[in-house]
């Protein structure tokens, strides 16, 4: 299978938790909104509500598991943050200014030795490039030039934290804030704002997705969740102010099996496989595995 083969139904892993703000949360939509209640407003839904864009929680969850894998063996995290010469990652050689595309004619020294060795090894076929030669994050997190195995839909309100009727009640925190003029050391004049935050004790469903992925995949994956389950991620703007710490529950993990079979029986009943906590131990085993006997990194 290649590595980002969508061509394919090769299984997918889904996961489904709650994520408690500890603290109070706040993502800025950029501005006010039509309340001018705060200056800075939080991100809010079509109905005002508040949730996490996917996005936002997506590059955090992938910046953990850069530094975990980087901290393991530098040869794992992406070309975008390590800069070495015999690096295995193409996602950022579009970034190398000037520089003849993969595969042109161009003169030796114009190439870098991590470019000379793409360049023998993949003979010009940026599609093989991309899909074997990607670094371990970039296989399932993407990159330009190659789709992402692991999703992240937006995070909206748990349902219980809605009423009756359908309605969130929640009041959001202002929370008042002054520029400090450096010259002076002195609150800088006219410089009094206001933000909004989305209270402590909210909690938001996540749910995250991995598509295609081999067991290896998914054990980084779930992996890189553990984080967020020990408390030791943050989101949003403020965490040196304390602000943004969350702790997420897994709450149910299902897996569609890769073949013809299974993916019938999904989409005419919806059968999958429950995968408990000792499966999942199993999918990190996996890319531990992985990690010792493809990539020679003894410390995993």
């Known amino acids: 299978m290649k590595t980002n083969d969508f061509a394919r139904f090769h299984g997918r892993l889904t996961i489904h938790g709650t994520l408690e703000l500890i603290t109070p949360l706040r993502i800025g939509a950029g501005g006010s909104d039509d309340m001018g209640a705060a200056d800075i407003t939080v991100v809010k839904d079509a109905l005002g509500y508040p949730y996490i864009p996917g996005s936002s929680f997506k590059g955090v969850f992938r910046s953990q598991v850069e530094m975990l894998l980087r901290t393991l063996d530098d040869r794992l ?5 390590t800069e070495q010469s015999d690096h295995t990652c193409p996602t950022t050689l579009s970034r190398k200014k000037p520089k003849p595309p993969l595969g042109a004619e161009a003169e030796e020294e114009q190439l870098s030795p991590y470019e000379k060795r793409l360049k023998e ?9 991309y899909l074997e030669g990607a670094c371990r994050v970039c ?5 330009t030039g190659l789709a992402a ?3 992240v839909p937006d995070l909206k309100l748990e349902p219980d934290e809605l009423s009756d009727d359908g309605q969130w009640y929640g009041t959001y925190q202002v929370r008042h804030g002054v520029s400090i ?4 050391e002195t609150a800088a004049d006219g410089r009094l704002y206001t933000t909004e935050a989305v209270p402590a004790g909210t909690r938001f469903h996540c749910e995250v997705i991995v598509e295609n992925g081999s067991d290896a995949d998914q054990g980084l994956v779930l992996l890189g969740l553990r984080a967020f389950e020990k408390k030791l991620v943050t989101l949003g703007g403020g ?4 602000l943004g710490q969350v702790q997420l529950t897994i709450t149910d993990c299902q897996e569609i099996p890769g073949s013809g ?14 995968v ?4 999942r131990l199993g999918k990190i085993s996996a890319l531990r595995d992985e990690l010792r006997h493809e990539w020679g990194v003894q410390d995993a």
């Open 149 to 151: 195995k692991a999703l």
């Open 77 to 81: 995290a992406c070309l975008c943050v």
């Open 139 to 143: 296989r399932v997190f993407g990159s």
């Open 239 to 242: 965490s040196s102010r304390g």
């Open 181 to 184: 003029d450096r010259d002076t």
């Open 261 to 274: 079979a299974g993916l019938i029986d999904f989409l005419v009943s919806g059968a999958s496989q429950p």
């Open 121 to 129: 090894e993949f003979a010009g076929d940026e599609d093989a490039l």
């Open 276 to 279: 408990d906590e000792s499966a």
